[in-house]
């Protein structure tokens, strides 16, 4: 997997949102899970399945982070240019679909947005693994595109952020199972199991009780930490 910081990337996205080009898609039929739930807790994505469980409303993000920064933030990403494509990823279990950010010279981007502070050690720059996951699902569902972007905003500085992320044929095809398999826990008849999430996720989940409460879970994501640490 190959990872590379753009700053210049980041300032043209904060200076000329309303130049980028968004392509049109038709919907193939309704989805039957969200690419972003399959990067995350498949026990409360499949909970909220269930006959009788009350949906919750998903944050806006971005549209809090507006709040948050203010009005210079509306310039860097306008509302109507955020959030207004829809990709789908055909999986055994069904349609997997997810709204596409933005494009940048025509491949898909992911905006993030986090309180915690960047961290570096020398050259290595961490990111969450559920956000190199869903840009690999979007890839997957634009075409299996190899490369694509990540845009983080650091709010409690700020500090806005763009780095380049690609990935090979076997990383995708591999990613590609990966995802066929935790769609089929999360449509499946039973809750996927107390090793399908993040050992740091009961201390934040939505869901009450949480059902993964008391138990451990998986550290690392499917692209392990060492692949996206500081490669230039």
Same mark, same amino acid.
């Given at each position: 997997?190959? &990872?590379? #910081? ?9 200076? !000329? ?17 969200? +690419? ?22 998903? $944050? ?6 507006? +709040?948050?920064?203010?009005? @210079?933030?509306?310039? *860097?990403?306008?509302? !109507? ?6 990709? #789908?990823?055909?999986?055994? @279990?069904? +349609? ?7 494009? +940048? ?9 986090? *309180?915690?502070? $960047? ?11 559920? =956000? ?5 699902? =979007? ?9 694509? *972007? ?11 952020? @763009? &780095? ?8 995708? @095809?591999?990613? =590609? ?24 996720? $009961?201390? =934040? ?5 949480? $059902? ?21």
């Amino acid at each position: 997997m190959l &990872f590379s #910081e753009h700053p210049e990337v980041a300032r043209e996205v904060m200076a !000329a949102a309303e130049r980028r080009d968004r392509a049109g898609y038709v919907s193939k039929g309704n989805a039957v899970v969200q +690419i972003k739930e399959l990067t995350l807790c498949l026990n409360a994505a499949w909970l909220r399945r269930q006959a009788g469980h009350k949906a919750r409303a998903e $944050p806006d993000t971005l549209g809090q982070t507006r +709040i948050n920064l203010g009005v @210079a933030f509306d310039r *860097w990403l306008p509302a !109507a240019e955020v959030g207004q494509e829809r990709l #789908e990823l055909l999986l055994p @279990a069904g +349609i997997a679909s997810g709204r596409l950010d933005l494009r +940048i010279e025509g491949d898909p981007a992911e905006v993030k947005t986090t *309180w915690a502070y $960047p961290e570096k050690k020398g050259e290595e720059v961490e990111l969450k693994p559920q =956000y190199v996951e869903q840009l690999a699902g =979007y890839l997957l569902a634009d075409g299996w595109k190899k490369q694509g *972007w990540l845009l983080i905003l650091h709010a409690a500085r700020p500090v806005f952020r @763009a &780095f380049r992320v690609g990935f090979g044929d076997n990383e995708l @095809a591999a990613f =590609y199972e990966e995802l066929a398999r935790r769609a089929d826990l999360v449509t499946g008849p039973t809750m996927p199991g107390m090793a399908e999430h993040y050992d740091w996720e $009961p201390r =934040y989940c939505s869901e009450t009780p949480c $059902p993964c409460s008391g138990t451990g879970g998986k550290q690392f994501g499917f692209f392990s930490g060492e692949q996206f640490h500081g490669l230039h």
